[in-house]
């Protein structure tokens, strides 16, 4: 038995908690510190009772089956029992933890590399606040075991998100339309193409691999837009719809390949939906409040947890929240052609895929149509990988406290900074209209830079411009 203060086993391992969950390099994340991290979970919360059950899911990573057999020693250890899901989208375990009133686990690092890995926790009701978060934190557990054999898997989970979409959208919602599936290793792969064959699409499968692909929706690379553009004009496609590597952020491409930003899919989305208020991060398009869609917008602090807590403050009305990465998180009130939707508060990648779908269709028009007579803001992001934290915020700390300090990135090509945000980060609006927004990432050593302006060029143009500086001092 192995006394362990969680605080201190995040200090000494290097695994903590980011923007979503506990992450680390896989070669941190001993079968010790996950089985701490999983008691901790149960004892914080305080979720111990005769026959509690623990559902629990994992990705397609290499290191996801160690994690998850750690995992299932600390439940059994706790006393609980395991309802192990298998590898399914992180949306599906919360799905079915919701519905049957289970707290959750799901082994996933998302989109990072591949050498790191994580563990997201969900209470009965949803994702952990960040007053969980500290609740766990601060814990002091004793483990015992380490690992343990992964049960059989139930597949009750993962029938019941494909029932969740198959059951709201009419069954020949994509007759005619060729739909491929870039399915990489994404956990989504399966379900998301029987998902789209039961709605009437031909699906034409991708690039299916058992290597792992940290596909980031955010920041998608030069070698998948060619390939969208290449695999539209060989196959003829209507659309190409994928995921990150859990499956909880889309990446949605139209009928040219080109692919849709994430924050433009939860724009259409939430109208899709009927949502009257929309939650939001700080770093999402100034399109959602220059539509005027929708009667309220609330900007938070970048992740899902901070989402969540700005959809629980809404009381009344349709209410919808979504990331730039394209999650999207559905609250209250929504609807589908009349039919309600059930709330599911966690990153979703089928419900945007779908409804744009579905939107397209409705309007007879091609995936590219339904951007036509958006307002004409662009954003682009990407980030400089391996990057240590305390670097970024040293350089954030740097442009805050030099009101001229601006002018040693991007001289005056800019103009004076007219605004400056704080909410996370550092995001400054220039006198040109330009906005630019660093940020170190809450999962990785990153910083990323995201950026807008009045067309597509120039928003990528601030983004390279603006990395390529900060990386070359």
Known sequence: MTTINIQQMMADSGVAFGTSGARGLVSQMSGEVCAAYTLAFIHGLQLTKPGQKIALGMDLRPSSPAIAQACVAGIRQAGCEVDFCGVLPTPA???????????????????????????????????????????????????????????????????????????????????????????????????????????????????????????????????????????????????????????????????????????????????????????????????????????????????????????????????????????????????????PLAALPTRDSLLPALALLAMARGQGVKLSGLLQGLPQRFTASDRIQEFPTANSRALLDRLQADASAYRSLWGDSLGAP????????????????????????????????YAESDSVDRAGQLVTETLRRIAGR
């Open 93 to 339: 375990l919360a799905l079915y933890a919701l519905a049957q009133g289970l707290p959750a686990i799901m082994v996933t690092g998302s989109h990072i590399p591949f050498d790191r890995n994580g563990i997201k926790f969900y209470r009965a009701d949803g994702e952990i606040s960040k007053a969980d978060e500290t609740a766990m934190t601060g814990a002091t557990v004793e483990v015992v075991a380490v690992d343990a054999e992964l049960p059989a898997v139930n597949p009750a989970a993962l029938a019941q998100f494909q029932q969740r979409y198959t059951r709201l959208f009419a069954n020949n919602l994509l007759a005619g339309w060729r739909v491929g599936v870039y399915e990489h290793s994404s956990a989504a792969r399966d379900v998301l193409k029987e998902v789209l064959a039961e709605l009437g699409a031909e699906v034409v499968g991708l690039e299916r691999t058992d290597t792992f692909v940290p596909i980031d929706t955010e920041a998608v690379g030069e070698a998948d837009r060619q390939r969208g553009r290449d695999w539209a004009a060989q196959y003829q496609l209507d659309a190409i719809i994928s995921t990150d590597g859990d499956g909880d952020r889309p990446l949605i491409g139209d009928e040219t390949g080109e692919w849709l930003r994430g924050d433009i899919v939860g724009l259409l989305c939430a109208k899709f939906l009927g949502a009257d208020t929309v939650v939001t991060p700080v770093s999402c398009n100034t399109a959602i409040e220059a539509s005027g869609w929708f009667k309220q917008v609330i900007r938070t602090r970048i992740g899902s947890p901070y989402v969540i807590a700005g959809m629980e403050q809404v009381a009344t009305g349709g209410v919808a929240g979504f990331e730039a990465n394209g999650g999207f998180l559905a609250g209250n009130g929504l609807s589908v052609n009349g039919k």
């Open 418 to 449: 007219v605004d400056s945000d704080t909410t996370d980060g550092l995001r400054l609006t220039f006198a040109s209209g330009d906005i630019v927004h660093l940020r170190p990432s809450g999962n990785a050593p990153e910083l990323r830079c």
